[in-house]
């Protein structure tokens, strides 16, 4: 297959907003080739098309998700950045979307990080969903960032938000990213996202999945 490599605009000072939004229902799955998607220079020329309603059985939400390249953590975290002391451990997610045999999650401590590989993804409305769970018994929070590099080699770090949970896996809400230009416009060669635990509380990640369709 080609390389469904294709050009994203979007403004070098684009602004993100993160919403926490309810489920939608049915999402318009378009079989065959993803439309819009981008291939980073830095990921295979190809991208995973395998879709799942990877959280119909939690809530009702029947979009269909792409699991983030590693994001079950079954095999290891390829590809991943992992920060210090970051490491796949024994535990999945209850609901185990992604396989019933499933046994392991990414441990995330206070103070380090993980980010995901670079990867495909569709310009526009798009959402990302995954469980998570924290050391702590009190409500701590985990907060996602936005990694975008442009054309021109700028890296940008948008604040994305922040979940919050406690030591019960609990499925995130979608995370809705809105890119809305502002000033110029640049090309988009890549975007990942990071995790980063806010305060003392350590956390357990799992089944990151990301929803690359427009939704209605
Ligand atoms: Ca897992």
Redesign the pocket.
């Known amino acids: 297959m080609a390389s469904l490599r294709l050009v994203f605009r979007v403004s070098a000072c684009a602004m993100v907003l993160f919403a926490f939004t309810a489920p939608l229902a049915h999402a318009g799955l378009i079989s065959g080739l993803l439309p819009g998607l981008i291939s980073p220079s830095d990921t295979p020329a190809t991208c995973n098309t395998s879709s799942s309603q990877a959280f119909a059985k939690v809530d009702g939400d029947y979009s269909n998700y792409v699991l983030v390249p590693g994001g ?3 095999a290891g975290a390829a590809g991943w950045t992992l920060g210090r002391s970051v490491a796949v451990v024994s535990g ?2 209850p609901w ?1 979307v ?2 019933a045999s ?4 990414l441990y995330i401590p206070s103070g380090s990080s993980a980010t995901t590989p670079a990867m495909c993804f569709a310009p526009g409305d798009w959402h990302m969903r995954f469980f998570a769970a924290s050391s702590s018994s009190s409500v701590s929070s985990l907060q996602v960032r936005v990694r975008v590099k442009s054309l021109l080699g700028v890296l940008s770090i948008l604040d994305g938000g922040k979940i919050s949970s406690n030591s019960t896996w609990q499925p995130s809400a979608r995370l809705g990213l809105l890119l809305t230009n502002l000033t110029g416009i640049l090309a988009t060669d890549s975007v990942s996202f990071q995790f980063v635990p806010s305060g003392t509380a350590s956390w357990r990640i ?2 990151v999945y990301l929803d690359p369709w427009k939704n209605g």
Do not use: L, R
């Not at 499933?102 to 999650?105: F, P």
């Open positions: 079950s953590f079954e999945n997610e185990k992604h396989g499933d046994s392991h999650s799992d089944d």
